[in-house]
């Protein structure tokens, strides 16, 4: 490994820095040449740039027309079908007005049961003529007695106790 002394570093420094200033004396020179290059360079490729836009957007407009005419309702129709086979089929909406009906028509034919029973239960002789068992007597017995013997109230009904 070698020292370097203060001064050996001191004129490698000089060196550089006398490099540096006759690269940047090179440059600006050359820069003062090429500007005029770089400023032609530039306006024509502007110039061409508008050439290629102006040819070029009729042809865009021509094909996003044939694209919408021909193949977009392709795509639509394309990518509809696929949304129909990929969508899940809807839940079954469970309607209540069966099971409501269902149950009104028991709860109907239970009432007509009970009615025709009931109905059953006082087909006796008083049924037909309107009249009921305590309103005419038993031969030979007074009202009274009949109902006190019979054990019934006064809307027919039969207590046990």
């Known amino acids: 490994m070698s020292l370097k002394t ?21 440059a600006r020179r050359a820069a003062t040449q090429v500007a005029p290059y770089a400023t032609s360079a530039r306006m024509t490729a502007r110039r061409q740039l508008h050439g290629a836009r102006a040819w070029t957007a009729p042809r865009l407009d021509r094909t996003g027309h044939a694209l919408e005419e ?3 309702p392709r795509m639509s129709a394309m990518l509809s079908r696929a949304a129909r086979r990929i969508e899940p089929p809807r839940p079954r909406r469970r309607r209540r007005w ?4 269902a149950g009104l028509a028991i709860v109907g034919s239970a009432l007509a049961a009970a009615a025709a029973a009931m109905n059953r239960r006082g087909s ?21 007695s009949a109902e006190a013997a019979s054990g019934a109230d006064a809307n027919g009904r039969v207590r046990t106790s």
């Open 6 to 26: 203060k001064t050996q570093v001191a004129k490698g420094r000089d060196q550089v820095m006398a490099t540096a200033a006759k690269v940047r004396g090179g």
């Open 70 to 72: 021909r193949v977009a």
């Open 98 to 101: 069966p099971l409501l009906t």
């Open 124 to 144: 006796g002789p008083f049924a037909r003529t309107g009249k009921t068992q305590e309103s005419a007597p038993a031969p030979g017995t007074e009202p009274e």
